[in-house]
Nanobody
Framework: QVQLVESGGGLVQAGGSLRLSCAAS????????MGWFRQAPGKEREFVAR????????RYADSVKGRFTISRDNAKNTVYLEMNSLKPEDTAVYFC???????????????????WGQGTQVTVSS
């Protein structure tokens, strides 16, 4: 079991940057692969980024690759999402998720993740 709390969302102009954080409870954070998903109004929850337990492997959705960077600090039980060159279409609620299997071939699917935060709103104005 792990509890996740996102922070860092807000309102930013197109082209700007935000850094999201996800703080995890417990002492087993390093045993989870972590992901970021987002959900816009009326849309399905979509994959954004994933990072392995050690932080050595990352994956990104094509829509954010080159603009977003996922990272983790296992000593702080925290995963981050650095978002640069933001676009209005990035507007969504962003969710942090934990995969207690450590690895999943279906990393891009929300069904692969076992624990979710409540989300933080990111709004990008044009």
């Amino acid at each position: 079991q792990v509890q996740l709390v996102e922070s860092g969302g807000g309102l930013v102009q197109a082209g700007g940057s935000l850094r999201l954080s996800c703080a995890a409870s417990g002492r087993t954070f390093s045993s989870y692969a972590m992901g970021w998903f987002r959900q816009a109004p009326g849309k399905e929850r979509e994959f954004v980024a994933r990072i392995s337990r050690s932080g050595g492997r990352t994956r990104y959705a094509d829509s954010v690759k080159g603009r977003f960077t996922i990272s983790r600090d296992n000593a702080k039980n925290t995963v981050y999402l650095e978002m640069n060159s933001l676009k209005p279409e990035d507007t969504a609620v962003y969710f942090c998720a934990a995969d207690d299997d450590g690895y999943s071939a279906n990393y891009y699917s929300a069904d692969a993740y076992d624990y979710w935060g409540q989300g933080t709103q990111v709004t990008v104005s044009s």
